[in-house]
């Protein structure tokens, strides 16, 4: 499975990656090896989180918002798509102390349904 990284970076960091990636100027390299912690850091961001018969992962999805994939039987058939940071916090909240997301709503009208 490939896994989605996205990080955000300052327009001058940006620039400055360009710059190394079409010079290989070895004073850029600091910059790439930060740009990669921020990659690793935000990595370990990401949750799982396993309950009978399923499991909930967390992914990228628009800059800093993450959506919720609900894995059954190693199909990933039903996302669960916050509309805010504040409504991602809540999710993960409710991950979190263990709540069950048969019957909760997607983010785009649906139900999830969790089959037993």
């Keep these: 499975m490939k896994k989605q990284i996205a990080i955000r970076l300052e327009e001058e960091d940006i ?3 360009k710059i190394y990636a079409a010079t290989n100027d070895t004073t ?12 690793i850091e935000e990595e370990k961001e990401m949750k799982t989180w396993e309950r009978k018969g ?3 992962e967390e ?3 628009d800059y800093d918002l993450h ?5 059954q039987e190693d199909e990933e058939d039903q996302e669960i798509v916050p509309d805010s940071l504040e409504a991602m916090a809540e999710i993960i909240h409710a991950l979190d102390n263990g709540e069950d997301v048969d019957g909760w709503e ?6 999830i349904k969790i089959e037993r």
């Design 54 to 56: 399923y499991t909930v």
């Design 106 to 111: 997607n983010g785009n009208g649906e139900t």
């Design 67 to 71: 959506k919720f994939v609900v894995i």
């Design 28 to 39: 850029m390299q600091a910059l790439a090896e930060e740009c990669l912690l921020k990659l």
């Design 15 to 17: 620039k400055k990656l």
């Design 59 to 61: 992914r990228y999805f």
